[in-house]
């Protein structure tokens, strides 16, 4: 029965071996600011606890990050330069999954702002010019009082890519690891071939949906510990590059308002920051446990996940999730 042995130590391939953690911002651009922190600083910090957490939570997987000090990554001389290098790196690298960490910010201050309102009237005596001469007039004033405006915005939010870029990021996965090996028979594809564009357009549905799944199990995680909620969410106006410059499933985490006082001191705590690391771990666990228990492998979809998320992504996109 020695047959046996061999058929029962084949191995399944690995749903996700290399996962980019992208701390945002660094260098120059500090990105958004607090009353004693900046967002660069803080998505820094915790994105180096995230790495090793991750390691351990998930033996064998392969953690790499777009920078690891106060740089713009590949040194780039500025944010834009940062962004293309951030997203080449993740391609070259042949990664499966690309995870940004982000701070979010409201409103006009950190922390807070003071404002005024009347709170009544006073009578003051002031001169007046009447038919050239002056006299004496009696007139209202008003008496303001200043009172502090909290910044109130709370809570975290994950981003996916936005629809409007799915051409972009089907060139980006033509490039992919994963899709490259589905055409590696040797033969030379001419460019523009239907069947490859079918393909990637194929695959590029799969990243969303898998995007979608786990942008979803952030947000549960993080409510499960208390958080305030905002959602899973897609920024239609400029889109955000590294998430459709990759050529795999991608998230943009914001772990919190470093405009809100509360909440910076959380970001920058250590209890906050085991916290957040931990919530997005087990996000990531179960997000690849999901993977590859599924049986056809990564086309079968949570319908969890996709009831939740369809409330907010629309009914176009709830026709491409269930194609
Ligand atoms: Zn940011």
New binding site residues.
């Given amino acids: 029965m020695a047959l046996a042995i061999f058929s029962f130590t084949v191995e399944k391939p690995k749903a996700v071996k290399t996962i980019i953690i992208d701390p ?2 660094g260098g120059k651009d500090q ?2 600011g607090g009353l004693f922190s900046t ?2 600083e803080v ?1 820094l910090k915790v994105s180096k606890l995230l790495g090793p957490r991750i390691e351990k939570e998930i033996p064998g997987v392969r953690i790499l990050f777009t920078r690891e000090t106060d740089i713009i990554p590949g040194n780039s001389r500025d944010k834009n330069e940062g962004l293309r290098w951030r997203a080449n790196f993740a391609n070259q690298s042949r990664a499966d999954l690309f995870i ?1 960490v ?4 409201a409103g006009k201050a950190p922390g807070g702002w003071y404002e005024k309102r009347v709170v009544g009237h006073d009578e003051k005596t002031v001169t007046k010019k009447v038919k050239g001469k002056k006299k004496l007039v009696k007139v209202k004033v008003p008496i303001y009082e200043s009172f502090y405006v909290p910044n109130a915005a709370k809570g975290t939010e994950t981003f996916i890519w936005t629809a409007k870029e799915n051409s972009h990021k089907e060139q980006m996965v033509g490039d992919h690891a994963e899709f490259a090996a589905e055409g590696d028979s040797g033969i030379v594809v001419p460019e523009n071939d239907p069947v490859i564009n079918a393909l990637k357009l194929v695959y590029t549905k799969k990243y969303f949906v898998n995007s979608l799944r786990l942008a979803d199990l952030v947000q549960q995680e993080f409510t499960a510990s208390g958080r305030v909620n905002r959602g899973v969410k897609q920024r239609n106006d400029v889109g955000i590059w590294v998430l459709h410059a990759t050529g795999m499933p991608s998230v ?1 985490v ?1 772990i919190g308002f470093i405009s809100n006082k509360e909440e910076e001191e959380y970001i920058n705590s250590e209890a906050g920051q085991a916290e957040i690391v931990d919530d997005i771990a087990a996000a990531v666990k179960k997000y690849i446990e999901a993977l590859e228990g599924s049986k056809n492998g990564n086309k079968e979809t949570d319908n969890t996940t996709v009831n939740s998320t369809a409330a907010i992504l629309g009914d176009k996109k709830k026709r491409l999730l269930n194609a």
């Fill in positions: 945002g911002h990105g958004a967002e660069a998505s940004s982000h701070c979010n910010s943009l914001e």
